[in-house]
């Protein structure tokens, strides 16, 4: 069987999802998953579809709510590896709960009133807050930031 690369309509991978496996196709669309557990497409407007018999399941797949088309290069049609495939399964289940920064390690502030200002991250400090040890004024400072302010350096 072969992994064939579908075109959602905008937004709609989760329903085209839904609408797919009620058909019972077997379909995998890789999330990322936001500290808040909110989650969005990794390939946004895409998503893959098993298909053994392409034939018969081709105006099934296009008329299902959600989906756009099948993708194809000219005569070619659009397809991934089952080693792709299981890449991005493992890759997404790995990366699920795992800290961006790890104590102790040198970060730089991208946004905000210490744009640019180098610090140590000490630890996360709830769910989108960290706590960095900043120098100012040749004294060492602990403060609480927003996580999404901070990049590694």
Request: hydrophobic share 40%; net charge positive.
């Amino acid at each position: 069987m072969s992994w064939y690369v579908l075109k959602t309509r905008p937004r709609q991978e989760d329903r085209a999802v839904t609408h797919l496996e009620n058909q019972s196709f077997t379909v995998y669309c890789p999330w990322l998953i936001r500290k808040d557990g909110s989650r969005e497409p990794l390939f946004t407007g895409y998503m893959f579809i098993q298909l053994d018999q392409f034939a018969e399941a081709f105006h099934k797949v296009r008329s299902t709510r959600g989906v756009q088309n099948i993708i194809r290069y000219g005569e070619w049609w659009a397809t991934a590896e089952d080693q792709f495939i299981d890449y991005l399964k493992f890759k997404e289940n790995g990366y699920r709960n795992v800290p961006l920064f790890t104590p102790n390690q040198p970060v730089v502030f991208t946004d905000g009133p210490f744009r640019g200002f180098e610090a140590i991250y000490v630890c996360a400090n709830g769910e989108q807050r960290a706590m960095v040890l900043l120098t100012i004024l040749n004294r060492r400072q602990t403060i609480v930031v927003e996580e999404n302010l901070l990049r590694a350096v």
